[in-house]
């Protein structure tokens, strides 16, 4: 299903159906999930232009009500001044996005995992993250490749204390996603005091045979983009 194509196209197997249509001087978009509701929207556009089925930052659905992905997992303890690599697996959005005269537009959103929502930090300042809680690997497990995707996780500890970290919160605007047989991401965190972690994304792809996935927030008119999110309120 990932992938570019020109329109008209239609992709289908078992679980999903995908389809933009010629219909007069429009186009229609139909998307139809199994035992699922059907979406369909109507497209002014040309035969010019192109669509792509990208997984995307995870932090879209049920709303666009935050930019962070909390993933709690199974306390680990690093010892001090210690790094080793952890693999999370994260929930999968995935993106129907047209281009025409150069412009993208994201026509449909949708997501075969549940969605959840947590608050990180204290209920009068803290975050509203998009929540997932994963079990740790450490190698990259199977997946579900339109449901789950694979983080690998570079923890630092910086400290010179042993610190226990059970969740990583990573900010939607600076995320690299690709895809191949899976869908990745790679990450770090430094664990910079007993309550304090930094986290960003590493620009590789999890192997020379996967793709750069779309950013659709890395385009957004944002005045201000940190590359690094800083986790004040513990880890």
């Given at each position: ?140 497990p199977e997946s579900d490749r339109?449901?789950?995707?694979i983080l690998r996780l570079e ?12 969740r990583t919160v990573l900010d ?64």
């Amino acid at each position: 299903m990932y992938g570019r194509y020109e329109i008209p196209f239609e992709y289908s197997d078992d679980t999903i159906t995908l389809s933009i249509t010629e219909d007069g001087d429009f186009f229609r978009y139909i998307r139809q999930i199994a035992d699922g509701k059907k979406e369909q929207k109507t497209l002014l556009t040309t035969e010019s232009a192109v669509v792509a089925v990208n997984p995307i930052e995870p932090v879209n659905l049920p709303k666009q009500i935050t930019q962070y992905l909390e993933i709690e997992f199974t306390p680990v303890l690093i010892e001090p001044e210690g790094t080793k690599v952890i693999y999370l697996l994260f929930p999968i959005e995935i993106g129907v996005i047209v281009f025409g005269n150069k412009k993208m537009e994201a026509v449909d959103i949708f997501s075969f995992c549940p969605q959840k929502y947590s608050l990180y930090g204290p209920s009068g300042g803290g975050v509203i993250t998009k929540y997932y809680a994963s079990d740790i690997y450490s190698s990259p497990p199977e997946s579900d490749r339109y449901c789950t995707g694979i983080l690998r996780l570079e923890i630092e500890n910086k400290t010179l204390e042993w610190a226990n970290i059970s969740r990583t919160v990573l900010d939607g605007y600076s995320m690299k996603i690709y895809y191949g047989p899976y869908v990745s991401m790679l990450a770090r965190m430094k664990i910079l005091t007993p309550t304090n972690a930094e986290t960003e994304f590493i620009r590789n792809p999890a192997a020379s045979d996967f793709q750069k996935a779309i950013e659709i927030y890395h385009t957004r008119s944002i005045p201000s983009i940190k590359n690094t999110y800083l986790m004040e309120w513990g880890y």
